[in-house]
Each structure stands twice: as structure tokens, then as C-alpha cells.
């Protein structure tokens, strides 16, 4: 790769994954916030939010996973100049989040309260559980729309119009959060006390003011996308159109037989957990929390991978399809290395942030120091399935992460837990090896080379 073309790869990345990775540490940054703003009620109320959030983040993962067939073939479509057909995909997006939208508030709404049971939940959290749950996908179609739309943004080349939405969505969250999870109370700020005014509503008082971001994002998304001048779908058709739409679902369906495998997975994996006890819960679910921040700088790359690569392809440029990869895979390792070395340094610290309970403190902090050490593969296991997306291949990636969830920490954790009677970090160890298993069969499958455009010998020369 020559000097120019390096410099001129890393303005491209910089330039899509900055707003991402903003983005998502603000994201992070509140759900710290409102982690540690249950957490202050206790761990009964941490348990009760956390015990249905693995079927939250299953739902939520069939949305995203829709939204990367959009995103390979926009990203494609815009290499190639094709800007038109951008844009028909785009009003394709707006058919689907709306009825897929409608479709998951039907299925979760009479089913909400039924869940926390299924999750083997702790009877004393089940209630709170399930209003928590039931509140959450009231406003699904905002959710969708904010979800799907911020990718075909994405897809385009905009990473700041997301990134300026899902601020705004986060700043209402904590803001609700304040005046809804409490009760009115005194504070003082910069040494002059007010009465802050309060609805004493508890975890329901935290959903409601999750379930009003989400509405709030959901139509300032859309306001943004019909704004847009290079993806808005105005005056293009919302009659599903089977020549966009089929070779979107081709790339979308394995992505979607992956999310729900491996979101199910996590579904089984949490409850699990749950049934060892209140104290497992929330360590869990803070340590997720505290986990997801590291993690960052991995999903904002993916977004550039996924977005560069799609360019990349649609133009038929092979040299830069490998250097491009290259150069993500390289940045992506040193910082992934960095940031499990301040997570491994940091853990108790974190962990404290959210709960004062000991037991608590200690768990959550043992199983991060665990997963700190795991930090760079995984973060190649990301920009490898970034890369792959772009070019529209989620075929491996489903495989590899199916077989990778089920196959060792399903089967891991219910041998050495359910059977064995280990605890947290016998669970953890196994969602450890699966991260590491799946860096390795995707990182042969990326060496191979078959994947860019080319004769099967090119690849195997290159």
C-alpha cells in the first residue's frame, strides 16, 4: 500500500467511524446513567430490569439484522454510482421498519408479563419485570424507525446525523430518569440547593423514560432521512418491491438467523444465570453494562468496515478492498488491546459505580477481569463481520456465531453450571471461550482471501 493511499484509507475510516464511536460511548455514557440510577434502589430493582434485558436485545437484534441487508446493498449501490437505486432501498426501509414495528408490539405486548417467568427470574422481581417490559415496546415502531433509518443513513455515508439524533435520545432518557425514577427531593449543584421535583416511580418511572426517548428518536430519524439529499425516499414507491427487497433479505436473513440464535442464546444463557441467585443477576447485568463500553471503538469500526467495504465492492476495487481491511483490522487490534488493558485495571472500580452491595462489587469485577484478556480477538471477530457485511456475505458469520453460542457456551454453561453447580465465572469462562472461537474460524475464513471479488486462484495468490 503506497503512503498516499494509507493516509488518504485512514480519512475515510476516521471520517465514518468518529460519529459512531461518539455516538455510542454517549449511548454508553447513559446507560451507565441509568444502570447506576437503578442500581441506587437496589439490587432488587438492577435484578429486575436485567432479567429481561437478553429478550430486549434479541427483539431489538431482528431490526438490526434487516438493517444490514439495507446497509450491503445501499453501500453497493452507492460504489457504483448507483444513487437512484439508493434511494428506492431506502423507501423499501421505511415498508419494512413500520410493519415489522407493528408486528413485534402485537407479539410482546399480551406476552410482556409472561416472560420474567420464563427467565426464571426471582418471583419478588417478576411484576416489576414484566411492566418494565410491557412499558419498553409500547413506542416498537419509533424504536424500528430510529434503528433502521440511522443505518441507511449509515449506509450513505452519514455517521453525524445519527450520531446528533441519538444524543438528543440520550439526554431525554436521563432527563426523565431524573424526574421519574425518584421522588422530589432536595439537591444542591455548585453549592445552591433546589427542590428537584419527583414522581417516585422506580424501575417503571426508568422505562417510561426509555419508552419516550425511544419515541423521540423514532421521529427525529425519520424527519432526518426525508431531509437527507443524497438517501431521502421522498417520491419514491412503499409498495414492497421484490427486486430490492430480495437481494436485501438474502444478505438480511442469515444476519437475522444469527441474531436470533445467538440472541436467543443469550436468552438461555441469562436465564441460567438467574436461577443462581439475585446477587449472580446483578453482577451480570452490571458487568454487561460496564463490559459494553470497551467495546465501543470494535462497533463504531464495524459501521466504516461495513460502509467502506460496500463501497469498495460496488466498485470492483480489489486492491482496496485488502488494504482497506487491512488497515481496519490493524487499528481495531491496538485499541481493542488498549482498552482490555484499562478494563482489566479498572474493573472493580466500574463495577462500584453501579451498585454499593459487596457481594456484588466482587463478582462483577472477577468476571470482568476475566473478560479483559479477550478483548483484541473479539474486536477482530467485529471488524471481520463488519467486513463481510459490506459485502454482503452473512452467511459464515451466522454459522460461525450459531455454532460458536450453542455448540460451547450453551452446552458449556449448562454442564459447568446447571449440572456442575459452578457459579458466575464458570459462566463467563465459557461466553469467554466462545468470543475466542469465533475470532479464529473468522479470522481463517478472512485469510483464505475467498471472499473479495476474483477468480478463486486470485485468492489464493493474494
Not at 7 to 21: C, G, V
Not at 107 to 113: E, F, K, N, S, Y
Amino acid at each position: 500500500m503506497l503512503a498516499q493511499d494509507r493516509k488518504r484509507y485512514l480519512k475515510l475510516i476516521a471520517h465514518l467511524a468518529w460519529p459512531t464511536i461518539l455516538e455510542q460511548t454517549l449511548s454508553t455514557l447513559v446507560s451507565y446513567v441509568d444502570t447506576a440510577m437503578v442500581g441506587s434502589l437496589g439490587k432488587e430493582a438492577t435484578a429486575a430490569v436485567g432479567s429481561t434485558m437478553t429478550v430486549n436485545w434479541m427483539l431489538g437484534s431482528v431490526v438490526m439484522a434487516l438493517g444490514v441487508g439495507f446497509l450491503a446493498y445501499i453501500a453497493r449501490n452507492m460504489g457504483a454510482g448507483r444513487r437512484e437505486q439508493a434511494r428506492k432501498a431506502s423507501a423499501q426501509a421505511v415498508t419494512v421498519a413500520v410493519s415489522l414495528g407493528l408486528i413485534m408490539t402485537a407479539v410482546v405486548l399480551p406476552l410482556a408479563h409472561r416472560v420474567p417467568a420464563w427467565m426464571r427470574a426471582d418471583e419478588a422481581i417478576r411484576d416489576k419485570a414484566g411492566k418494565y417490559l410491557f412499558i419498553l415496546y409500547v413506542p416498537m415502531v419509533f424504536r424500528c424507525a430510529s434503528i433502521m433509518f440511522g443505518t441507511v443513513l449509515r449506509a450513505s455515508g452519514d455517521t453525524r446525523t445519527p450520531m446528533r439524533v441519538n444524543t438528543g435520545v440520550n439526554v431525554i432518557n436521563v432527563a426523565l430518569n431524573f424526574l421519574l425514577i425518584y421522588k422530589t427531593r432536595e439537591l444542591s449543584l455548585l453549592g445552591i440547593s433546589f427542590t428537584c421535583p419527583g414522581a417516585d416511580m422506580g424501575v417503571t418511572g426508568a422505562a417510561v423514560a426509555s419508552a419516550a426517548a425511544f419515541t423521540a428518536g423514532g421521529i427525529w430519524m425519520t424527519v432526518s432521512l426525508y431531509k437527507s439529499p443524497v438517501i431521502s425516499p421522498k417520491g419514491c414507491r412503499y409498495r414492497p418491491d421484490k427486486t430490492i427487497l430480495g437481494p436485501c433479505f438474502r444478505v438480511a436473513l442469515p444476519s437475522c438467523l444469527q441474531r436470533l440464535a445467538t440472541s436467543s442464546g443469550y436468552v438461555v444463557f441469562s436465564s441460567m444465570i438467574n436461577s443462581i441467585g439475585q446477587v449472580s443477576t446483578a453482577a451480570h447485568t452490571i458487568a454487561n453494562t460496564a463490559e459494553s463500553a470497551f467495546y465501543i471503538p470494535g462497533w463504531g469500526m464495524q459501521t466504516a468496515a461495513s460502509t467502506l467495504i460496500g463501497n469498495a465492492y460496488g466498485e470492483g476495487d480489489r486492491e482496496k478492498l485488502k488494504a482497506l481491511s487491512r488497515l481496519l483490522l490493524i487499528i481495531e487490534f491496538i485499541v481493542m488491546t488498549v482498552s482490555g488493558a484499562v478494563l482489566l485495571v479498572g474493573a472493580e472500580g466500574l463495577v462500584a459505580l453501579f451498585n454499593k452491595d459487596e457481594e456484588v462489587i466482587s463478582l462483577g469485577s472477577k468476571v470482568l477481569r476475566m473478560v479483559a484478556v479477550s478483548e483484541p480477538i473479539y474486536g477482530i471477530a467485529i471488524i471481520i463481520e463488519g467486513i463481510f457485511n459490506g459485502i454482503g456475505d452473512t452467511f459464515h458469520s451466522f454459522l460461525f456465531n450459531v455454532a460458536g453460542m450453542w455448540g460451547i457456551r450453551i452446552l458449556g454453561t449448562y454442564i459447568f453450571v446447571s449440572q456442575m453447580g459452578g457459579d458466575l465465572t464458570a459462566a463467563w469462562g465459557c461466553m469467554i471461550a466462545h468470543n475466542v472461537c469465533l475470532g479464529i474460524m473468522l479470522s481463517i475464513k478472512y485469510l483464505r482471501g475467498r471472499w473479495r471479488p476474483g477468480t478463486n486462484a486470485e485468492a489464493k495468490t493474494s
